[in-house]
């Protein structure tokens, strides 16, 4: 039984994103994620201006007459949410939390696959790989979806992205679209990454909280790391502190998107103090805009 509260940040979910997957992505989505390739349909009599390449010779010889194999495209497609709920995810000091935000951008991409009759499924990581959901279809399936993401309490704090994209690679058979969302505070998850953009088209999600990139000055502070439990005193008073703290996160960013542009994917920022659908719209029209569409 789902707490009534949960229920409705369910329902407040659904309505928000099902509005931008109805409205915005009904052609947009469909024309910027490849499907499977093609499927052969029929064979027709041969017109001018089609490509000679697709002539059934066989078929030409016994009808005396030139015959075209007609192809289409086979669109069903998986698309599978990778997400990150280690203990960092529970952070978030402006409009909600990463772990909320990551449940956003999940129906945001889940009811849009839904709306082009594609396939979601779900594999929720920590350290472990601690739950997958398979691909299916239907919105029950994406409320349920949506849902874990939401309701899911994690047994570890930890976080190990190269497990989880290695355990994607293994579960996820044919090409899918891949939403990574994370706040990618991880280390040795590169080749494991490479490898899972060679098969499948890889969209790293990066969840931003304002905390992540500056300190406030409150003076004397104590900091705890969810995932370590490791604590440190700083002064945030000390203007040098601060402007170090900011000068590593950015760093860190910088290594993020480097490491991204060097595996040609698009990556997309999500913060915890604004939208998290007007970022993924903004992708979705990027790519549409590459693809001349």
Not at 23 to 42: C, D, M
Not at 175 to 182: E, I, Y
Not at 273 to 288: H, K, Q, T, W, Y
Request: proline share 3%; net charge positive.
């Amino acid at each position: 039984m789902i707490p009534p509260e949960l229920l409705r940040q369910l329902r407040r979910i659904e309505i928000r994103t099902r509005r931008f997957a109805d409205e915005q992505t009904v052609g947009t989505y469909h024309s910027i994620f490849k499907g499977q390739g093609l499927s052969f349909q029929e064979v027709r009599a041969y017109v001018p201006g089609d490509d000679v390449r697709f002539i059934d010779w066989n078929v030409s010889a016994r009808m005396d007459a030139p015959y075209v194999k007609v192809f289409v495209e086979e669109r069903e497609m998986t698309v599978m949410l990778v997400v990150d709920l280690s203990a960092s995810e529970q952070w978030g000091t402006r409009r909600a939390s990463k772990a909320r935000v990551a449940a956003e951008v999940g129906a945001v991409c889940a009811f849009s696959a839904i709306k082009n009759n594609d396939n979601v499924g779900l594999v929720i990581a920590t350290e472990v790989v601690e739950k997958l959901v398979p691909p299916k279809k239907g919105d029950k399936h994406v409320m349920r979806v949506i849902s874990e993401i939401m309701s899911y309490e994690p047994k570890y704090a930890g976080t190990n992205l190269a497990l989880a994209l290695q355990t994607l690679v293994k579960v996820a058979k044919r090409r899918s679209v891949v939403f990574v969302v994370s706040d990618f505070f991880a280390a040795g998850f590169e080749r494991a990454l490479a490898l899972a953009s060679a098969k499948h088209d890889v969209i790293p999600v990066m969840l931003v909280d304002p905390r992540d990139e500056e300190l406030c000055d409150v003076g004397l502070a104590s900091f705890e790391d969810l995932e370590t439990g490791a604590e440190v005193t700083v002064d945030t008073s000390n203007r040098a502190v601060r402007e170090h703290y900011a000068k590593a996160m950015r760093a860190l960013r910088a290594d993020r998107d480097r490491l991204f542009k060097k595996l040609c994917l698009d990556s997309v920022v999500v913060r915890t103090d604004g939208s998290s659908v007007e970022p993924i719209r903004s992708l979705f029209a990027m790519r549409a805009r590459r693809l001349g569409r």
